[in-house]
Nanobody
Framework: QVQVTESGGGLVQPGGSLRLSCIVSGGDFRNANMGWYRQFPGKERELAATITTGGRTNYVDSVKGRFTISRDNAKSTAYLQMNSLTPEDTAVYYC????????????????WGQGTQVTVSS
């Protein structure tokens, strides 16, 4: 059974950094496209970043230049390095995996983690 587990969230001051990790167990991580989504309070979940099996990355405009998605196939882990955080980045961050090439459609993601809270506040 595939399990997706995020970690690394927490409270950080504005301008600070966090690195989120996402471990995928029981599945074929190497052949899965990965996405990081976030859900703001009272809003729908939305895409933040994606990385394909080939390492191609894509970011929503609001995180470009500040967030970096990466993957380590040997560790079956995806990462989201978040720098220059602002209070507007406060959200629950979810990691998801898909075999589909439609990496921008959250309905195509088969496996989801439970989410990790990121709070940016002074």
């Amino acid at each position: 059974q595939v399990q997706v587990t995020e970690s690394g969230g927490g409270l950080v001051q504005p301008g600070g950094s966090l690195r989120l990790s996402c471990i995928v167990s029981g599945g074929d991580f190497r052949n899965a496209n990965m996405g990081w989504y976030r859900q703001f309070p009272g809003k729908e979940r939305e895409l933040a970043a994606t990385i394909t099996t080939g390492g191609r990355t894509n970011y929503v405009d609001s995180v470009k230049g500040r967030f970096t998605i990466s993957r380590d196939n040997a560790k079956s882990t995806a990462y989201l390095q978040m720098n220059s955080l602002t209070p507007e980045d406060t959200a629950v961050y979810y990691c998801a995996a898909t075999k589909s090439d439609s990496v921008y459609d959250q309905n195509e993601y088969t496996y989801w983690g439970q989410g990790t809270q990121v709070t940016v506040s002074s």
